[in-house]
């Protein structure tokens, strides 16, 4: 097996965005065949768009000309058709460098998502540095894969976790935050925007104070990567995950950004085909990165469409993009404050398109199921951060999370079902 990559042709991510005026926001929908369906006769109003986002025609094309025509293992024929798979697969890593801005394209690492980007980082990163008694600082908003993993990590080696609070609002306590960070703290690890309150926390200005201090940064960007620009290097982050299923791209695909020096020194994740330049029953010697983080066939199709996802949502531009998503969340947050006894809970300064409320008189899951029937999707529940229903004394929300293909049409439908939720339960 020949593990060296040597001719690579490149395909940088090349901005051929559209002005704000140029693209039909109430037509872009088009793009996305299943939100076209009906459900219970109704046309679907797709509002659950922070769980997983739909996929343009384009992804899934993409998907389906790779499997007829180029699939082959990448990385070790000699043949064309696995050479055309190589560099299918290696041209997604090099949109992804310039979607996040990465100095260079051995800095991203292809995983299966944000989760299983930030268990790579605790174990290969965390796990060998922590000593008892040292301290890694998430916030209170966290989603649970990015608590979880730092409590095994920490169980394993003895360190402490701590918690940043947060106002009532929804907004990280800055000087809470500053007094936390001190000279036991190894990593702070800290969402760039909340799926359950969608608060963008000033990770900028996080990112300067844990510097100031030595201290590395890693971003869950699940969130923010399909509705902000990132910049990593702009940033300065040290880590940076996202999930390709949330940027209109395939599930089982992600990435890890780490920075070239913290990447290099850390040890492998996993072992197995691919991650190995030599081996022998007495010594491996590992491959160079990024190939070192990336044990196994890997999702060769998920990466190819992760890379038609990123295209089509240059073609839009993502500052656009955030102009349209901002403006539905202005006419959403609007429309649902009108309903009798409603309380959205998350009303930071800075916020993307999520509004997570509760109703005085209905369960969340009762305000789903009877929303569900007018075709309406959202979620209901605890939005995989039970540490934060508890810091506001509740057990789930309603959530309402929109894209750029929804419309005031699909706003309007929710409160025709949201007038359903009130005759019920008054
Ligand atoms: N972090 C945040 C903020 C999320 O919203 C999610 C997905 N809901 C995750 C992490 C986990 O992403 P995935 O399940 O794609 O690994």
Request: charged fraction near 20%; charge should be neutral; hydrophobic fraction near 40%.
């Amino acid at each position: 097996m020949t593990t060296s990559i040597t001719t690579i042709v490149r395909d940088p991510l090349v901005s051929t965005s559209a002005t704000y005026e140029q693209v039909n926001w109430r037509s872009v929908w088009n793009d996305f065949p299943l939100l076209k369906q009906r459900v219970y006769s109704k046309p679907l109003a797709y509002l659950d768009n922070a769980a997983t986002s739909q996929k343009p025609r384009a992804v899934i094309e993409k998907i389906e000309h790779y499997y007829r025509y180029d699939n082959a293992n990448v990385h070790r024929g000699v043949y064309a058709l696995s050479e055309r798979a190589t560099q299918a697969y290696e041209a997604s890593r090099d949109k992804v460098k310039g979607f996040l801005n990465a100095a260079r394209r051995e800095e991203i690492v292809f995983v299966r998502g944000t989760t299983e980007a930030i268990n790579l980082v605790a174990q290969s990163f965390a796990r060998p540095r922590l000593k008892p008694g040292d301290e890694i600082l998430i916030s209170t908003m966290e989603h649970h894969s990015n608590i979880v993993p730092w409590q095994i990590v920490c169980a394993q080696t003895g360190a402490h976790l701590k918690v940043i609070p947060i106002t009532d609002s929804g907004e990280v306590k800055l000087d809470a935050y500053r007094q936390l960070l001190s000279n036991r703290t190894r990593l702070v690890a800290i969402a760039h925007i909340s799926n359950a309150l969608g608060s963008i926390l000033p990770v900028q200005e996080m990112i300067t104070m844990a510097h100031t201090q030595g201290i590395p940064v890693l971003l869950d960007g699940a969130q923010a990567a399909p509705h902000i620009a990132v910049d990593v290097q702009a940033l300065d982050c040290d880590f940076y995950a996202f999930s390709s299923h949330k940027i209109y791209g395939p599930t089982g695909t992600g990435v890890l950004y780490g920075k070239y020096s913290y990447l290099d020194e850390m040890p492998p994740y996993q072992g197995g085909g691919d991650m190995i330049s030599q081996v022998s029953f007495e010594q491996t010697l590992y491959n160079t990165l990024p190939y070192k983080f990336e044990a196994g066939t890997p999702n060769i199709a998920g990466a190819v469409g992760l890379g038609a996802a990123l295209d089509y949502v240059d073609s839009l531009g993502l500052v656009n993009i955030t102009r349209r998503e901002q403006e539905l969340l202005e006419y959403a947050t609007e429309a649902l404050l009108s309903v009798k006894g409603l309380r959205i809970i998350g009303t930071a300064k800075h916020k993307a398109s999520i509004i997570s409320f509760v109703l005085d008189s209905a369960h969340p899951h009762d305000i789903s199921s009877i929303l569900d029937r007018e075709g309406v999707a959202i979620r209901a529940g605890h939005h995989c951060a039970m540490p934060l229903m508890d810091r506001f004394g509740i057990p789930a929300t309603a959530r309402v999370s929109l894209a750029f293909y929804n419309s005031e049409d699909d706003i309007e439908r929710l409160m025709v079902g949201m007038k359903h939720v009130q005759a019920l339960f008054g």
